[in-house]
């Protein structure tokens, strides 16, 4: 299943919708297309809902990796939201989570990044 990624904005933040499983090729290619857009827009405050990704592998980690580093580099802020339980054990196992500032909260998550 190709990742789906819908994009709304609340409050000034940029949330992204992400749905089916971040894998190498395509998949990887929608995310790291869709954050370099924001990027690109001024679009500095991002929060990646992964509520609806069932999957994420090697590739994909690495794509959130350099979407985060991407973002903090041009001063921007890249949070993650809403992690299935697999989602979380993978980026616990990788230590991701002490890179990733994560919420279960959407309202909280956006407080953040006011």
């Known amino acids: 299943m190709t990742i789906l990624a819908n994009i709304r904005k ?12 971040i894998t190498i090729g395509e998949e990887t290619s929608v995310l790291r297309e869709t954050l370099k857009t924001l990027l690109q827009n001024n679009h500095t405050r ?50 991701l989570l002490t890179v990733f500032e994560v919420f279960e909260d959407e309202a909280k998550a956006i407080q953040s990044l006011q």
């Open 10 to 21: 609340v409050e000034g933040v940029q949330i992204v919708d992400l749905t089916g499983r």
């Open 46 to 95: 991002v929060l990646l809902n992964l509520a609806d990704v069932t999957y994420i592998d090697s590739s994909g980690l690495g794509e959130l990796v350099n979407g985060f580093t991407n973002f903090n580099r041009q001063g921007g802020k890249l949070k993650l939201l809403n992690l299935t339980k697999k989602v979380h054990d993978l980026l616990s196992i990788t230590k």
